[in-house]
């Protein structure tokens, strides 16, 4: 039984490695901060005083919720048909004319 002890003690230092390493880097703390600025805007709504975020002044701010439904259609469409064992032909990008 020692060697299970010894074998979870070096899993815990791996994993608290990991989480160091995850708590270390800028890309985790900038989705923590989007997803904390979004919830604190759905909860409390828009700072007056905040300036505008790159793109907000000509954007239509319905859009954002236009193409969600779009998407969520075309995800469950897609995940109606995998479970009917008929998945959809995946087609290539459209490409862009040459100059």
């Given at each position: 039984m020692a060697?299970?002890?010894i074998l979870w003690q070096v899993?815990?230092?791996v994993e608290d490695q990991i989480v160091a390493?995850?708590?270390q880097s800028p890309g985790f703390h900038h989705g923590v901060r989007r997803i904390h600025r979004r919830v604190e805007d759905f909860r409390y709504g828009r700072n007056p005083h905040e300036p505008?975020?790159?793109?907000?002044?000509t954007a239509d701010p319905r859009d954002g919720h236009?193409?969600?439904?779009t998407f969520f259609r075309y995800f469950f469409d897609e995940l109606k048909n995998q479970l009917?064992?008929?998945?959809?032909?995946v087609r290539p990008p459209p490409t862009t004319p040459k100059k």
């Open positions: 060697w299970a002890r899993y815990l230092r390493r995850i708590l505008l975020r790159p793109g907000e002044a236009e193409q969600a439904k009917k064992g008929k998945p959809t032909d």
